[in-house]
RNA sequence: GCCGACUUAGCUUAGCUGGUAGAGCAUCUGUCUUGUAAACAGAAGGUCGGAGGUUCGACUCCUCUAGUCGGCACCA
C-alpha cells in the first residue's frame, strides 16, 4: 500500500496552518488537494528542467491544475511537455509536502531574481511571516489543502502549454501556462481524456462543416459568417418561432437600419464607452458621419421617441432581429460563438419605475418557457454588476447605480431563484441579470440576458406623459431570449451534437425509393404530400445503393428516413427508421404524417 | 490584441534530414437498377495560405504577413 494512503480510501492532506487530516481519497476536496500536489511538483520540475526560470501561479481547478512560468531564452515548448511530465511523475514517487513557516526577508531573498515568486509570496505575507509548501526545491505560498504524499501520483498528463497574462491583466507580461490533469485512478483518467475527446465531436465548427450549415472565408472576412441553406433553415425556423413568441407575449417587431449616424452612438453613449469595439464610423465627405451598429438599443429609443407617450403606452415592448457589427479583437473569434456581424434576438421594453419588477418577472418566464421549449436545462444566472473599483468604465453616478443593482437583486429574490454576483460585468449602462450557458469546449458564455437601464432614457431625453398630466422618464429593459442567431445556432448545434430535433432539423425526412423506376413515383407524392403541411423533405433519387443513401441519411443526421418499395406501395405505407436506431417500423401514411407532425409540434420537449 | 502551434484538391489528410506533390471521400462520365450505414471502372481537380529571401533547385530552411486552432485578455 502507498504510504501516502492511509488506507485505499483516505489520503493525507496539508492545510495552509500546516495540520494534516485524513480525508477521503474519493472526495471532491481529495482530487483538489491531488490537483495542488500536481501544480507544485510541475513547478519543481520546470525548476529543474529549465535554469533561471521564474515561476507564477499554480492552480487547481475543477478542469485540472496549471502553473505559470516565464523564462528569457526560449519558452517552454508542446515538445517538451512528454520529457516535463517525465520528470513529474520521477518526482512523485518520493515525494512529501514539507510545511515551512518562512521569515518574509529569507523567502524573498531565495527568489530575489524571480519577480513572479517574491510578489506572490509579498501578498501572502502576515506579520513577517509566509507560511508556504515545500515540494523537492521548490517552495511556494500555501494556499488550500495539498496531498502530503506524491506516491499516488502515477495517473497524470500534461496537456497543453497557452500565453496567460500575469495575475490576468493584459497590462501585464504574458507567461508561459502548462496545462495537465491528473487522477487517482487509471480509468479516471482515461474517462477524462475520453471526456475531452468527446467535446470536441460536439464542437459546433465540426459538426457545422459535416452538414453544411456555414462556413467563415479568411478571403472575405474573418468572423463574418455565410449561412449555408441548411444552416438558413436551422436559423429562420428558429427566428420564425422567436417572433411569433415575442408578437404573443406583447412585442411589436421592429425593422431598424444597421447604419445611423454617429452623433446617435455619442449621445447614447457607446462612442465614449464601447468605441475599440465599433467599427470606425465612416465619413461620407458632406460632414455626415455613419456609423454601422453594434447595439440596437438607439434605433429602438428611435422608435419610441417617434411619438409622444402616455403612460398608457408602458410596457411598450419594441423587439427586432436586429443585425449588428461589432469589431472583435482577432484573437476571440471562434465560428458563430464570436463572429463580428451577428443579429441579436434583441428587445427594448420602456417602462415606468413601478413597473420594473413584473416586466422583469415576465421576460424571465418568457426566456425559461423558450429554453424548455428548446431543451437547454444547463445554465446559470449571473448578476452583472458594476466593477466598484473601475467606476470610470461606466456611465452613470453611484446613486442610478446603487439604485438600478438594489432593483434587479430585489426582482431576482421575489423570484426567489439561485444566482451568483460578478463585479464588472455589467453594461456599461447599468447592471444586467445574465443567463450563462457552455460551450462544448467548456467556456462560458451568455446566452441570454435582462440588463436595466437609466442611462439612455436620460441621455435622449425619453419621456411619457403621466396620469397627472407631467412628463415622466420611462426605464429601459435591454433583453435578448436566444441570444444572437449565431451564438444561438453554435449552442444549440453542440448540445443536440447535430442531430436537431425534427422541428429544427433542416432535413426532417428522407425518403428513398428502393427502385428510383419502380417506386420513384409513389416517393414523389408522397414528398409533394409532406411539402403540403410544410415538412421538410428530400427524395434521394440519385443511382446509388440504398445502403450508401441510408448511411448518408445516418451521418446527416436526418430524423426520418423513409424506405419505399414493393410493399409499401402496395399499402400504400412507409417503411419508417429514425435517425439513431436500425428499427424500421412499417406504417401507413397517415400514421406516419400524424406522428412527425406531432414530433414536430413538441419542438424539443422532453415531456 | 497577446503567447504558442498549425495552414497541402470542395472535405479529411500522406509527403523522413531541400531534387517542382500522393491517397480516401465528394464531383463528373460510363456500367449496374438496387430492401436498411459506403457497387465497379475511368476522368477531372493542387502556382502546397500570401509576399519576400537563402539555394543550381524550396511544400520542405529563414523573414514578414493573413487566417485557423489552444489558451489569455475582451465579450452576445
Redesign the pocket.
Known amino acids: 500500500m502507498p504510504k501516502g494512503e492511509i488506507n485505499m480510501a483516505q489520503i493525507a492532506v496539508m492545510s495552509v496552518d500546516g495540520s494534516v487530516k485524513k480525508i477521503d481519497r474519493d472526495s471532491e476536496e481529495g482530487l483538489q488537494a491531488l490537483r495542488k500536489l500536481a501544480s507544485l511538483l510541475l513547478k519543481d520540475s520546470l525548476h529543474q528542467e529549465f535554469k533561471g526560470i521564474r515561476l507564477g501561479e499554480s492552480v487547481a481547478d475543477e478542469d485540472g491544475f496549471h502553473v505559470d512560468s516565464d523564462k528569457d531564452d526560449q519558452?517552454v515548448?508542446?515538445d517538451e511537455l512528454s520529457a516535463l511530465q517525465d520528470a513529474l511523475l520521477a518526482k512523485a514517487k518520493d515525494a512529501k509536502v514539507e510545511f515551512v513557516e518562512a521569515d518574509l526577508d529569507d523567502a524573498l531573498a531565495e527568489v530575489k531574481d524571480d519577480p513572479y515568486s517574491s510578489e506572490l509570496i509579498k501578498e501572502a505575507a502576515k506579520d513577517g511571516k509566509v507560511a508556504m509548501y515545500q515540494v523537492g526545491d521548490v517552495k511556494a505560498v500555501a494556499d488550500g489543502d495539498i496531498m502530503v504524499y506524491g506516491d499516488a501520483i502515477k495517473h497524470l498528463k500534461l496537456l497543453?502549454?497557452?500565453?496567460?497574462?500575469w495575475k490576468?491583466?493584459?497590462s501585464n507580461p504574458?507567461l508561459?501556462?502548462v496545462?495537465g490533469t491528473v487522477f487517482f485512478s487509471k480509468d479516471a483518467l482515461d474517462e477524462d481524456m475520453k471526456k475531452r475527446q468527446e467535446a470536441r465531436e460536439h464542437?459546433h465548427?465540426v459538426i457545422g462543416?459535416?452538414l453544411d450549415l456555414f462556413f467563415?472565408d479568411?478571403k472575405v472576412g474573418?468572423?463574418l459568417p455565410y449561412w449555408m441553406p441548411k444552416g438558413a433553415t436551422i436559423r429562420r425556423t428558429i427566428e420564425r418561432y422567436i417572433i411569433d413568441r415575442e408578437v404573443a407575449d406583447g412585442y411589436e417587431h421592429v425593422y431598424t437600419p444597421v447604419l445611423m449616424n454617429l452623433d446617435a452612438y455619442k449621445t447614447s453613449g457607446h462612442w465614449e464607452h464601447y468605441r475599440?469595439?465599433m467599427f470606425p464610423p465612416m465619413d461620407m465627405g458632406d460632414g455626415e458621419m455613419l456609423e454601422i451598429r453594434p447595439m440596437n438599443c438607439p434605433s429602438h429609443i428611435q422608435i419610441y421617441k417617434h411619438h409622444i407617450r402616455s403612460y398608457r403606452d408602458l410596457p411598450m415592448r419594441i423587439a427586432e432581429l436586429g443585425m449588428m457589427h461589432?469589431y472583435?479583437?482577432?484573437?476571440?473569434?471562434?465560428?458563430l460563438?464570436?463572429?463580428?456581424e451577428?443579429t441579436?434576438n434583441d428587445g427594448h421594453t420602456f417602462v415606468a419605475v413601478d413597473q420594473i419588477r413584473d416586466e422583469f418577472a415576465k421576460i424571465l418566464n418568457l426566456i425559461m418557457d423558450v429554453y424548455k421549449d428548446f431543451d437547454i436545462t444547463d445554465y446559470s444566472f449571473r448578476l452583472?454588476l458594476r466593477d466598484p473599483k473601475n467606476k470610470e468604465?461606466y456611465y452613470g453616478n453611484d446613486e442610478m447605480w446603487d439604485e438600478s443593482q438594489k432593483l434587479l437583486k430585489a426582482a431576482m429574490d421575489d423570484l426567489n431563484l439561485d444566482y451568483y454576483e460578478a463585479e464588472?460585468?455589467a453594461?456599461f449602462y447599468g447592471p444586467k441579470l445574465?443567463i450563462q450557458t457552455k460551450t462544448a469546449?467548456?467556456?462560458?458564455?451568455?446566452?441570454s440576458?435582462i440588463q436595466l437601464d437609466f442611462m439612455q432614457p436620460d441621455r435622449f431625453g425619453l419621456s411619457y406623459v403621466g396620469k397627472d398630466g407631467k412628463e415622466h422618464m420611462p426605464v429601459m429593459i435591454h433583453r435578448?431570449i436566444v441570444?444572437?442567431m449565431?451564438?444561438f445556432v453554435a449552442y444549440l448545434t453542440e448540445i443536440y451534437k447535430g442531430a436537431f430535433p425534427t422541428w429544427l432539423a433542416p432535413e426532417q425526412v428522407h425518403i428513398i425509393p428502393?427502385?428510383?423506376?419502380?417506386?420513384g413515383d409513389y416517393a414523389k407524392q408522397l414528398a409533394d404530400k409532406m411539402k403540403a403541411a410544410q415538412i421538410r423533405v428530400v427524395v434521394d433519387d440519385?443511382?446509388?445503393?440504398?445502403?450508401?443513401k441510408?448511411?448518408e441519411a445516418?451521418?446527416q443526421k436526418v430524423p426520418y428516413?423513409l424506405?419505399?418499395?414493393?410493399?409499401?406501395?402496395k399499402d400504400n405505407a412507409v417503411?419508417v427508421?429514425k435517425y439513431?436506431e436500425?428499427a424500421?417500423n412499417?406504417m401507413s401514411q397517415d400514421a406516419f404524417m400524424n406522428e412527425i407532425l406531432a414530433d414536430i409540434a413538441s419542438y424539443s420537449r422532453k415531456n
Not at 337 to 340: K, S
Not at 514 to 519: L, N
Request: proline letters at 1%; glycine letters at 14%; hydrophobic letters at 25%.
Open positions: 519558452q515548448s508542446a497543453s502549454v497557452a500565453g496567460a497574462y490576468g491583466m493584459s504574458m508561459q501556462r496545462y464542437d465548427r462543416n459535416q467563415v479568411p474573418a468572423g475599440d469595439d461589432r472583435e479583437k482577432s484573437g476571440a473569434l471562434s465560428g460563438q464570436r463572429v463580428r451577428m441579436l452583472s468604465k464588472g460585468e453594461a445574465d469546449l467548456g467556456n462560458d458564455e451568455t446566452m440576458t435578448g441570444g444572437t449565431e451564438r428502393v427502385s428510383d423506376e419502380k417506386h440519385r443511382n446509388e445503393k440504398m445502403g450508401y441510408i448511411r445516418q451521418t428516413t424506405v419505399v418499395g414493393d410493399d409499401e406501395v417503411s427508421r439513431g436500425e424500421q412499417s
